[in-house]
């Protein structure tokens, strides 16, 4: 079983070790030292990265024999068993999982403390951390959470590693039952939290920080809480910053007014929607008038066929205006190549709009679809007046 100097040493970055074997499956080499400073993921936390050597580590997991395998970047030929290595942390995403760490059991600590509310889980993604809370929190609750959990982090109280008995760890007074049995390690935040935990922690609370609660949302019956401490929360101010400081120079309005000046631009933006809108509708009215003026009689209806310089959009509005009437067919071709075609008739009329497009996707190319009295498509590959030349006589 190997070591783990991690257990008792977060803060050891570089170690020798001995090779106790090196395995490959499924194509990547796996390797089990004696010893190890390497966390593998487990509990919510990923694993560190680093170098035997010269060699990266790739991932580090734990088996079902209590050790603790390193995938390395190398040919299983390149390490031997009983050869001594130099292993070397990422101390960057260490310390940085050491502070999202230690700061859970903080702020799930004074949630616990101040609500009742338990943490079902904890999971440390590359940028933010989540706790899944039993009961859903108010804002205010969760502010009260933040405050609680910062003087703790300020006060810098000591962060002590135990090891105790299963018959021990049940005359104390845990925020969590353990759910392992034998020997537990137990995280000690002075006066604040006693809690069983096998990860990598700050050895003061001071070391975590700032913790600060992003955003939240209802997840299995409780809430999911986003949160941020140490290097991140930092990382997340300078983004909320600098991009509140373009909104103050985009909207020329002080800080505290940037809520209340966009709300007035979404006011105004749909106020002119609604207005273009309108508009929009009483010039595809005048259009289809205008292009009801080359209408022509025949024995199935009053065809309107003509290229006109719109889009597919356009062109349908186009096509559903002139058929409002009764007794109207609209053939309308895009001036654009490839062309977009659109086909429609009023209620009544004997005519499948869809056949129609078919024919003419079946002789020109593209593709499209619809409804008898109502279809369109595009990417047809000809002139748009030899389309009109082509459908109209399938209209007649």
Same mark, same amino acid.
């Given at each position: ?12 970055? %570089?170690?020798?070790? @001995? ?15 004696? &010893? ?84 079902? @889980? ?13 009961r859903e929190l108010t804002r205010d609750e969760l502010v009260s959470a933040e405050v609680e959990a910062n003087g703790i982090v300020w006060e810098d109280r000591p962060v002590a590693v135990r090891?105790?008995?299963? %018959? ?26 006693? @809690? ?7 050895? &003061? ?12 949302? &209802? ?130 009329? &004997? ?46």
């Amino acid at each position: 079983m190997t070591e783990r100097l991690y257990y008792t040493d977060a803060y050891l970055r %570089e170690f020798e070790a @001995s090779i106790v074997r090196v395995d490959v499956r499924n194509g990547r080499t796996f390797v089990v030292l004696d &010893r190890t400073a390497f966390y593998p993921t487990s509990g919510g936390q990923p694993f560190d990265l680093g170098v035997l050597d010269t060699v990266r580590i790739l991932d580090v997991l734990d088996d079902d024999k209590g050790d603790v395998v390193h995938v390395v970047d190398c040919q299983p030929d390149a390490l031997t068993a009983a050869q001594t290595v130099r292993g070397a942390i990422d101390w960057t995403r260490r310390f940085d999982h050491m502070q999202q760490h230690t700061g859970q059991h903080v702020l799930s600590a004074a949630i616990d403390r101040l609500f009742g509310v338990r943490t079902v @889980s904890f999971h440390l993604g590359a940028d933010s951390s989540t706790i899944d809370l039993s009961r859903e929190l108010t804002r205010d609750e969760l502010v009260s959470a933040e405050v609680e959990a910062n003087g703790i982090v300020w006060e810098d109280r000591p962060v002590a590693v135990r090891f105790v008995s299963a %018959e021990e760890a049940a005359g104390l007074p845990l925020r969590k039952e353990p759910v392992r049995e034998g020997t537990l390690r137990l995280i000690d935040v002075e006066h604040f939290d006693l @809690s069983a935990c096998g990860g990598t922690h700050v050895a &003061r609370t001071g070391g975590i920080g700032v913790i600060g609660i992003g955003s939240t949302e &209802r997840f299995k019956g409780g809430q999911r809480v986003e949160f941020f401490c140490g290097g991140r929360a930092l990382a997340k101010f300078r983004s909320m910053r600098d991009a509140l400081a373009g909104a103050v120079r985009a909207l020329s309005v002080l800080p505290d007014a940037v809520p209340a000046a966009v709300e007035k631009l979404q006011a105004d933006l749909r106020e002119r929607q609604r207005l273009l809108g309108s508009l929009q509708n009483e010039l595809v009215r005048y259009r289809a008038d205008e292009l009801a003026a080359s209408i022509r009689p025949t024995a199935v209806g009053d065809i309107v066929a003509a290229v006109v310089d719109a889009g597919a959009n356009e062109l349908k509005l186009l096509a559903s205006a002139i058929v409002s009437r009764p007794g109207r067919i609209a053939l309308l071709v895009s001036a654009t190549t490839p062309a977009l075609v659109v086909v429609a008739r009023s209620e009544g009329v &004997r005519l499948d709009a869809n056949a129609v497009v078919a024919a003419l996707t079946a002789k020109f190319g593209g593709r499209g679809g619809g409804k008898p009295a109502l279809a369109q498509a595009g990417g047809l590959d000809a002139a748009p007046s030899t389309i009109l030349s082509t459908g109209l006589p399938s209209l007649e």
